[in-house]
């Protein structure tokens, strides 16, 4: 009790220090990354140890190799980290880590990792969710980006049409009733017989394709900002195993362009319908799908024509990172929320709005 009232304390000078210097922990999924930022806009050190070479073998992440792993990485990516910032244990104002969404063995790695270094070095910790974090990644890029604006979530959990009100505040306008963007261009992917990861595999194919078939699907919820997933991906996979069954021969790149090009006209559709409804004139795109080329040239498009700024996260802040943790983070701590005391636990999901 008497070490969370001192940490509360110190929490409490954060809020106005001029120089916050943040320690982020990223173990959601497959990568093991650690950041270290300074005011949420400068990264220092923003080091990934990734497992993708793992669990091609598996055509997906294994979440038990994914915890041992993150074990096994997790003390000599913080010594990276800390090498390349030129900092030491000492200089870090706060320890922040994902606490969900995600896979709960994974996360309770970095979770644990980062409890145990904040209270050894006497600091708080700072609770973050996953999905703050990717639209984080775009404040780190975008020096000049402030809310409010409207977000696309793109990521493999999480598909929605945020509006972000200030930093710390979110409302969701729409979301998925089913599958997200991400987790049905992993199932096409597989289904297409592409190693892990699919989405950009997907991408990379369908440069390569042609956009001429027509799947025995029809876009649902039309006229809401919700999206659905499921019926595009059942669409695609029957498709591809009809062919089969039939000894039929068929492009995988064909599929892979018609597939992209259905999936990502959906977003692209519900973006144009959350900006004539809010009037916003700042779109973000947040999550590892807005890495996807064909997504990204949509909605440039799209915010041209109706004369609205768009931003994008660098291709290596769009994936899992500890340093779009570290962002959102510092914006945790100036509006006093994500102090979290050694009962800290991992949970498998989180409320974008929560």
């Known amino acids: ?53 793992i669990h091609k073998l598996f055509g997906g992440v294994v979440p038990e190799i994914a915890s041992r792993n993150h074990i096994k990485n997790i003390s000599g990516v913080l010594n ?14 706060a320890v922040a880590v994902t606490y969900g969404a995600g896979l709960v063995g994974a996360l309770l790695v970095g979770v644990n990792f980062a409890k145990t270094l904040a209270y050894a070095l006497k600091i708080p910790l700072i609770a973050v969710s996953h999905v703050h974090g990717h639209i984080g990644a775009n404040y780190i890029s975008h020096l000049d980006l402030k809310p409010p604006f409207l ?10 049409i945020v509006q972000v009100e200030d930093y710390c505040e979110f409302k969701v306008l729409g979301s998925t009733v089913d599958d997200s963007v991400g987790e049905c261009f992993d199932k ?48 695609v996979v029957n498709y591809v195993h009809t062919k089969e069954q039939r000894g039929e ?19 692209v559709d519900k973006a144009v319908s959350a900006i004539r409804k809010t009037g916003f004139k700042n779109l973000v795109v ?26 994008a996260p660098e291709l290596k802040f769009c994936t899992d990172n500890g340093a779009m943790i570290g962002s959102i983070a510092f914006y945790y701590i100036r509006a ?18 929560g």
Do not use: W
């Open 151 to 160: 977000c696309l979530m793109v990521s493999g959990g999480h598909t929605a």
């Open 80 to 93: 990276e980290a800390l090498l390349v910032s030129g900092k030491t244990l000492q200089d870090i104002d």
């Open 188 to 235: 096409v992917a597989r289904v297409l017989g592409l190693p892990y990861p699919g989405g950009p595999n997907i991408d990379r194919l369908a440069k390569n394709g042609k956009n001429n078939i027509k799947f025995n699907y029809h876009t649902p919820l039309s006229g809401t900002l919700n999206f659905s997933f499921s019926g595009l991906k059942t669409a």
């Open 336 to 353: 006093g929320r994500g102090l979290a005391d050694l009962t800290l636990t991992a949970v498998p999901t989180v409320r974008i709005d």
């Open 286 to 311: 947040a999550g590892g799908v807005g890495a996807n080329s064909c997504l990204r040239e949509k909605l440039e498009k799209l915010c041209k024509k109706f004369g609205v700024k768009f931003y």
């Open 1 to 53: 009790m008497k070490y969370f009232e001192e940490m509360k304390q110190k929490f409490e000078k954060l809020r106005t220090k001029k120089d916050v210097l943040i320690l982020s922990v990223e173990s959601s999924c497959d990568e093991t990354a650690i950041a270290i930022v300074k005011n949420g806009r400068e990264v220092l050190a923003n080091i990934v140890s990734s497992q993708i070479d």
């Open 249 to 267: 021969k068929f492009s995988i790149e064909d599929v892979a362009c018609s597939f992209q090009e259905l999936a990502t006209d959906e977003l």
